[in-house]
């Protein structure tokens, strides 16, 4: 299976600033997804982060709020924008191998002030 | 799609015990299921998966179960122990031409809290 590291692993922001997440995998993935997590809920899928492209997003998100990078197949980021209390989340990195399996990063806790 | 709930199920068992957790999914073009396992301030971890072709599926102290006409989903973990208090994830997996990809939709978790 992938290993997933995430940085920072949480951190406590002011609102209207701006907070940038790397996700880094040990092995080159073809798909790599963001995802977020609000206190006691599930999981909501963000966006795709294609590689050489813009990413792909679900409704509700949109870039402008929520930048994505991925430069290669082991590496993205996502960048929370000018945020708010509401952003406070955990944040998590997950990617998809060839074999369907899907593996998710240990998470961003993000706190809002 | 997007899973909302303000307060999670709670399932209480006695360790040794087995436990049954249960999920309904809403897609019959899901082809693929997996449970996950997510303790505090950690990432979800996966557990077991099953593909719709089949309707169970064993692991080490897991059974998944599958039943496509209902659309039901459950987790069988044999004799309970402690480090198994987690909240636990379905997910299901569909093609989405929008997104040109398979996604994940995660159910709302239940928590399980294992009682020595």
């Known amino acids: 299976s992938a290993v997933i590291s995430q940085k920072p692993s949480r951190d406590i922001c002011q609102r209207g600033t701006s907070l940038t997440i790397q996700c880094q995998v040990d092995?080159?993935?073809?798909?790599m997804f963001w995802y977020r997590q609000q206190p006691g809920q599930s999981l909501t899928l963000i966006a795709t982060a294609n590689q050489g492209s813009e990413a792909t997003y679900e409704s509700g998100f949109v870039i402008d709020k929520f930048p994505i990078s991925r430069p290669n197949l082991t590496f993205s980021t996502l960048t929370v924008s000018n945020m708010s209390p509401e952003d406070s989340s955990i944040y998590l990195c997950?990617?998809?191998?060839?074999?369907?399996?899907?593996?998710f990063g240990p998470g961003t806790r993000l706190t809002v002030l | 799609g997007e899973s909302v709930g303000l307060h999670l199920p709670t399932l209480s068992v006695q360790e040794g015990d087995n436990s049954i957790i249960n999920c309904a999914y809403s897609?019959?073009?899901?082809?693929?299921f997996i449970w996950y396992k997510q303790e505090s301030g950690k990432g979800p971890q996966f557990i077991i998966d099953?593909?719709?072709?089949?309707d169970k599926r064993q692991g080490q102290r897991v059974t998944v179960l599958l039943n496509k006409t209902v659309k039901h989903l459950s987790l069988q973990i044999a004799a309970t122990q402690p480090g198994d208090s987690a909240v636990y994830f379905c997910a299901e997996s569909a093609f989405y031409s929008g997104a040109g990809s398979y996604q994940l939709t995660f159910g709302k978790g239940t928590k399980l809290s294992v009682i020595p």
């Open positions: 099953i593909r719709s072709n089949m």
């Open positions: 897609n019959s073009a899901s082809d693929y």
């Open positions: 997950s990617v998809r191998d060839s074999f369907s399996e899907q593996f």
């Open positions: 092995s080159q993935v073809t798909m």
